[in-house]
């Protein structure tokens, strides 16, 4: 894994975005935003969830008012997803956001832009540049170049544009559908520009192809040490994109939420219904803050060799399963009872 | 992305593995390997997700006779998973193994070792030496080496003894549950041996951290051209260990089975009920083979854009559908009729 890019950190309400600050969980409200209490619902679910950053799109000026509260209530800073009239931009700045996200591609003149960019000022709030390969702006899309060099181009301009008006409270996005050119971007972009990014696989597809694209593209980009803020996109409850979010941190030894569970994937030697074990410890799990490395292995192949590595484990076998504690056997119990066995040793821990 | 590592091919059955061969997917089965109509029925449901190789472990002798009525009746090559007792291995390369699998931290003595390459030899088949981190052996365990160093040195240790014996048809891999360990290990023995090798994270865990840490690892090996032949561990159905192996190598553009889906996160701008649409879509795609590109999206700012670069989409909002061909606008239908509209410009396509 390679050294964390430096980057020029913002906040975002509470939550520091670039520099040396965790990589930041976000996701978005697919409610309609101007019903404030079915929006302030969801974002208290992702909230629950470990989501750290919230945005919201306002798609009409019918949304403002709607926003204005939402802001007010959430637990999580927001951030205003805008398209096309930069007037909802200044509005949602004045009316609470934590961040305003406009993409270069449609927000339209020059003169808009930049009395977006005096509302962010006006408001100390920063700003997303949010490329996406659907919507540059039709001179960018007939460049004669590859589609990463289009997203990067597209970005840097808005970059240097924003600088001009001595605006660099920035956050950078380049996303595409497809992963190689998601990753070819973002590596251009980690040299071009000083600014924290946000990084993400855009319109990834559903959970399995969602989950999959967004682990690999965004896999490789952490690996390389780039990326300060992560949404994954699904085409799914919101709640799924935080999960997901979650456990390619834990992959990667960048930030982890909890246990991390080890467990086999069984074969032909497994002499335990070990499916429905693993699953239901994975559920309990979920209540258990601390990091611990829990082990749940079907057979005595590499059984005991997990358990023993993990904080608590158990090796099941022949209907029984011998539960291991830091590296040691410590009880044997029926297949029946090691759910139970192996929570109540890990309430032992005191964790 | 880089180019792909060379190595020295082996043929499994009929498929090849390394050199210029495309990356193969394989599973393993966890049935009960004496119940040859039960594993024959998943070799078949596997074979349908597109396994191209299927491993079946051989824990005592009495799973011998059906091990090798399994290996006749198989559409797809069988791999023979030997733990502890070398003359099961002896035993299965008699009974028709394609491939057999062993692991150096448990086989027993040198001359056990040589048993087992010499009968691979006359039955001409290859062996991929496995290690794992859950099963080292204790010499390897005790030396003082980070984890990645450890698999490695007990892989090429085997690597040279088969050698020794002029035994070179060998496949290899050196998993951990750790994904940083894993990728560290691969990339070490991707130097040190001309071999193929077969990647994996073992005991990935249940299908969502399984499915996020196998794409993170297997998705930042394969983008360096590293990896022959994938196993994704999921304790989990086997068949889902399949599909996900698939949308990794489709992620990276390195091989893709039927169509891809690109389909939009929803937010507070979708105004259909656009996620049992994708669902249904993603459903009925799996009976389409052709590498199409299908997009569905659910408003009007990356809606159209991406609609455009597929080869059928639609963007749809306020109720209605826009479908997309070939980058064309073609028809405009309600809410309900998208999904049947889709699937009959993908027919007209006649693909």
Redesign the interface.
């Known amino acids: 894994?390679e050294a964390r890019r430096t980057s020029r950190p913002v906040i975002v309400g509470s939550v520091p975005i670039g520099g040396l600050a965790p990589v930041a969980v976000q996701s978005?409200?697919?409610?309609?935003?101007r019903d404030a209490a079915a929006?302030l619902a969801q974002i208290a679910r992702l909230a629950d969830a470990g989501c750290e950053i919230v945005?919201?799109?306002?798609?009409h000026a019918d949304?403002l008012d709607a926003f204005a509260g939402i802001c007010a209530a959430s637990a999580l800073p927001v951030v205003a997803?805008i398209?096309?009239d930069h007037r909802l931009a200044i509005e949602a700045a004045r009316g609470g956001a934590a961040k305003l996200r406009i993409?270069p591609g449609?927000i339209g003149s020059t003169e808009k832009v930049d009395a977006v960019i005096d509302a962010a000022g006006e408001a100390g709030i920063p700003v997303r540049i949010g490329v996406?390969?659907?919507?540059?702006s039709e001179r960018v899309r007939d460049l004669d170049l590859p589609l990463p060099d289009k997203l990067v181009a597209s970005a840097v301009e808005f970059c240097e544009h924003f600088e001009s008006r001595g605006f660099s409270e920035i956050v950078v996005s380049a996303k595409a559908?497809?992963?190689?050119s998601t990753?070819a971007a973002y590596r251009m972009l980690a040299e071009r520009v000083p600014y924290p990014l946000h990084i993400g696989v855009?319109?990834?597809?559903?959970s399995?192809?969602?989950?999959?694209?967004s682990?690999?593209?965004l896999?490789?980009l952490l690996?390389e040490g780039i990326g300060d803020t992560v949404r994954v996109?699904?085409?799914?409850d919101?709640v799924d994109?935080v999960?997901?979010a979650w456990?390619?941190l834990?992959?990667?030894?960048i930030r982890r939420r909890g246990p991390?569970?080890?467990?086999?994937?069984?074969?032909?030697?497994?002499e335990v219904d070990?499916?429905p074990i693993?699953?239901e410890v994975?559920r309990r799990l979920r209540a258990v803050g601390s990091p611990l490395k829990v082990?749940?292995?079907g057979?005595v192949?590499?059984?005991p060799?997990?358990a023993r590595?993990a904080d608590i484990g158990v090796a099941a076998g022949k209907g029984v399963g011998i539960i291991f504690a830091k590296g040691q056997p410590v009880r044997k119990v029926p297949e029946a009872q090691i759910v139970d066995a192996l929570m109540e040793e890990i309430a032992a821990l005191g964790t």
Chains 1, 2 share one sequence.
Not at 55 to 59: D, F, G, S, W
Not at 132 to 136: Q, T
Request: glycine share 10%; with cysteine.
């Open positions: 894994m978005m409200t697919n409610t309609d935003t929006t945005r919201v799109a306002i798609p949304a997803d398209h096309f993409n449609n996406n390969a659907g919507s540059l559908s497809s992963v190689s990753v855009t319109e990834a597809g559903t399995l192809s969602g989950t999959v694209k682990s690999v593209g896999g490789i690996a996109s699904l085409t799914a919101p994109e999960l997901v456990e390619i834990a992959a990667l030894d991390e569970l080890i467990s086999c994937p069984t074969c032909g030697r497994c070990l499916i693993a699953e994975e082990a749940v292995m057979c192949v590499n059984g060799g997990e590595e």
